[in-house]
């Protein structure tokens, strides 16, 4: 189990700045598998590591940069199981070159205690849900406890946290947790706005806009638009100035009637949106440097427990 206790982050205000080329080109996230969505329902959905593998490389030749991993167990059923975990951030390291998150969002049946443990399989980012929301007939619990240990454990293990925001309350507990707990691991603020989940913000451009204008000011943003606000929130994050993210955790259906082909189709669509709005994907390397995480693993602002620098040797832009 590792240490809880962080080493000396930077204050909030200390977060870097993006590099250029996040304003001329956009990171697409691919979410290929969620927890929600059955096989039985959902043929494409990649549930074994086969299929997850194939489809991440799919993924990646059509312009993903970051996937953002949930896992099925034998029966294709969710798991959090830390040797599958484990299995899967080093078939994903060896068969493709993105970023890889772990959820530990799970599903809303996970414990925390199992939610907190994913960081065991040390992928190069996580992702965090900063508050509770309605999920359709369930809730998706994240207590302020569990927001702050699962965060400090991040900084402590060198893993980039990726903000889950599905409410405005959402933002506003970005911000208290940067105040109080100092920056992310890598020192990049990202956040992505999830959007239209029946419970939480609805997934519409004026949504967007209020949720963008509250996030911190150096932070950087993706957002999805679950189900049918896919289409208006890719369209509106893109002229916002936002980054991607989507996949069949969050889209099954890819235009009225027709079943999504498979994860690759909707970044082919991703990426056409993000040509013509003339910022392409970014590579696989730029997605690392733009979380800051070296190309061998870890972030480059931070690194092992012991070993993690303190404000004076992060290289902190203005
Ligand atoms: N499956 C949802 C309950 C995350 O990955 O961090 C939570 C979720 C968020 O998908
Ligand atoms: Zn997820």
Known sequence: MPPVSAPPFPPAAAVLAPPGFARTRTLITVAPTGAESTKADVPALPVTLEELVAAAKACEAAGAGLVHVHIRDEHALPTLDLGRLRETVAAL?????????LSTGGAVTDPYEQRLRVLEAQPDSCSLTCGTVNFGEDVFLNSWPFIVELYQRTQAMGIVAE?????????AALHRLLDGYGAPAGGRVHADLVMGVPGGMPGTAATLVAAVAALPEQATWSATGIGRSTLPVALSALAAGGHLRVGLEDT??????????DNAELVERAAALAVLAQRPPMSTEQAREFLNLNPGGGTSTSGSVTGAPGRDERAVEA
Not at 252 to 261: D, E, I, K, L, Q
Request: net charge positive; charged share 25%.
């Open 252 to 261: 099954v259906t890819f235009a009225r009637g027709r079943p999504v082909r």
């Open 93 to 101: 390291r060896e068969q493709t070159s993105m970023v890889i998150q």
């Open 163 to 171: 903000f889950e925001l599905f409410d405005l309350g959402h933002v």
